[in-house]
C-alpha cells in the first residue's frame, strides 16, 4: 500500500513531481543547468510577486536548517546581535545556530504554542537598544502556531531592525508579505509547501541586506553573498543537488498551473478542517484554539490511555504516517499536516482508521 506521509515534510510526492527525478544527466557548470537554476530562482519570487531587483533568492543544497543557518550566519553583521522570538522547537534552533556562529544572541522565550506578546517584545527591544537583527520563526511547526507578523514587522521597522524569518513550513501556503514587512530575509525549502523533494532549500533576501565582501564570513558554504553573486551570473558556488532541482522545477509549475499560495492556502484550510471536526466528533481535541494554527498543520492532545506509538503504527497500518510531538511535547500530543498530495478522500479514510483505533 503507498503510504501517505502526514508529516510536515517531506511531503507525498505527485506523480509528474516523481518522474522529474529521472531527468537527463546534467553538469552543475554548463548553460543547461543556469537555465534551470534561473527558471527556479524567477519562480521562487513570483509567488510572492517580488521585484527582482529588490529581492533575490539564494538557491542551496540542504535541507530547511541549512537555509536557517545560512540566513542568520550571513545576514547578522560582524558586530551585530540577535534578538530571536522562542516559542517552539524552530525558534530554539535559530537561537542555537546564532550561538554556534558566535553571534551575540537575545533569545526571548514564550510558552510553546502561545502567542508572542507583542508588550513583552517592545520591552525586550527597549532594553536591548542595540540589538541589529531579530529572528522569528512564521510557522512553528512544533506545535502548529502561526506566528502574527505584522506587529513584529512593525516594532522591526520603528526601530531599524532587520527581520530575518523561517518561512520554511509556510513558505507557498501562508501570506508572507515582504515588501510591507520589510522582510530582510526568509528561509524556506522545496519539500514542504511547494511539494518538490528534501535536498533543495532557499532563502529569500532582500539585495539591500547582504554584506559586501570587506565583512569578515562566519561561513563558507552557507554563505549569501557568494550564493547571489555566483547565481545572478548564472553559476554557482557547489555542486549542487541536480536532480532535486528538476523536482522544484516541475513542483512550481503545478503550484501555479493550481493557482500559486492562495490556492494551496484554501486547500490545506480545507483538508485541516475536515481533519479537525472528524477529530473531534471522535473526542480528540487539537493543542490550540480554532484559528490559532496555521493551515498547514495542526497537533491535537493523545487521546487518554493512547500512546503515540500505538497511535503511530495503528495508522501505519491503515497508510497513514502522522508526526509525534517534538521536546516537552513528545509524550502528549501528535501532528497531522496535509501537506503534499492529499485529498478529502483520503482525510475520510484516515478518519476512519482513527475510528478503528476505538480511542
Ligand atoms: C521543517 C522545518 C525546518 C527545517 O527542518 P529540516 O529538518 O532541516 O528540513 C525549519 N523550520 C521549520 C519551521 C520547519 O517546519
Same mark, same amino acid.
Given at each position: ?76 553583521? +560582524? ?19 546564532? +550561538? ?43 506545535? *502548529? ?26 513558505? *507557498? ?56 553573486? +555566483? ?37 490545506? =484550510? ?56 517534538? *521536546? ?15 485529498? =478529502? ?15
Amino acid at each position: 500500500m503507498r503510504a501517505l506521509l502526514l508529516n510536515p515534510g517531506p511531503v507525498t510526492l505527485s506523480e509528474r513531481v516523481r518522474k522529474a527525478l529521472t531527468g537527463p544527466d546534467l553538469c552543475h557548470r554548463e548553460p543547461e543547468f543556469a537555465g534551470l537554476q534561473n527558471h527556479i530562482r524567477e519562480r521562487l519570487l513570483k509567488v510572492y510577486g517580488l521585484d527582482p531587483k529588490r529581492y533575490a533568492v539564494a538557491l542551496l543544497t540542504g535541507s530547511g536548517t541549512a537555509a536557517m543557518e545560512a540566513m542568520v550566519a550571513s545576514l547578522v553583521p +560582524e558586530d551585530g546581535s540577535l534578538l530571536v522570538i522562542e516559542n517552539g522547537a524552530y525558534g530554539e534552533r535559530l537561537s542555537k545556530i546564532a +550561538e554556534i556562529h558566535g553571534i551575540p544572541t537575545i533569545p526571548i522565550k514564550f510558552e510553546w504554542g502561545g502567542r508572542i506578546d507583542t508588550q513583552r517584545l517592545k520591552l525586550a527591544l527597549d532594553e536591548h537598544e542595540a540589538v541589529s537583527c531579530l529572528a522569528v520563526v512564521h510557522h512553528e511547526t512544533s506545535t *502548529g502556531r502561526l506566528n502574527d507578523l505584522a506587529p513584529v514587522a512593525r516594532l522591526c521597522a520603528e526601530r531599524g531592525i532587520r527581520l530575518l524569518v523561517d518561512g520554511v513550513s509556510s513558505f *507557498g501556503a501562508e501570506d508572507l508579505r515582504f515588501d510591507e514587512w520589510n522582510l530582510a530575509a526568509v528561509a524556506a525549502a522545496a519539500n514542504k509547501c511547494l511539494h518538490g523533494v528534501p535536498g533543495a532549500a532557499f532563502v529569500i533576501v532582500r539585495r539591500d541586506a547582504l554584506p559586501d565582501d570587506k565583512e569578515r564570513k562566519r561561513t563558507l558554504y552557507l554563505d549569501l553573498s557568494t550564493y547571489c553573486r +555566483e547565481q545572478d551570473r548564472g553559476g554557482t558556488p557547489f555542486t549542487q543537488s541536480v536532480q532535486c532541482f528538476y523536482a522544484l522545477a516541475e513542483a512550481l509549475s503545478e503550484f501555479e498551473e493550481q493557482g500559486g499560495w492562495r490556492a494551496r492556502h484554501d486547500k490545506y =484550510a480545507a483538508l485541516a478542517k475536515q481533519t479537525r471536526d472528524g477529530l473531534i466528533k471522535l473526542g480528540i481535541n487539537s493543542l490550540l484554539p480554532e484559528g490559532a494554527s496555521s493551515v498547514v498543520l495542526n497537533a491535537y492532545l493523545l487521546p487518554k490511555g493512547v500512546t503515540y506509538q500505538k497511535l503511530h503504527d495503528h495508522l501505519k497500518s491503515h497508510g497513514f504516517v502522522i508526526y509525534s510531538g517534538q *521536546g516537552r511535547l513528545a509524550q502528549s500530543i501528535f501532528r497531522i499536516s496535509t501537506m503534499g498530495e492529499i485529498t =478529502a478522500a483520503d482525510v475520510d479514510r484516515l478518519l476512519a482508521a482513527f475510528k478503528a483505533l476505538g480511542a
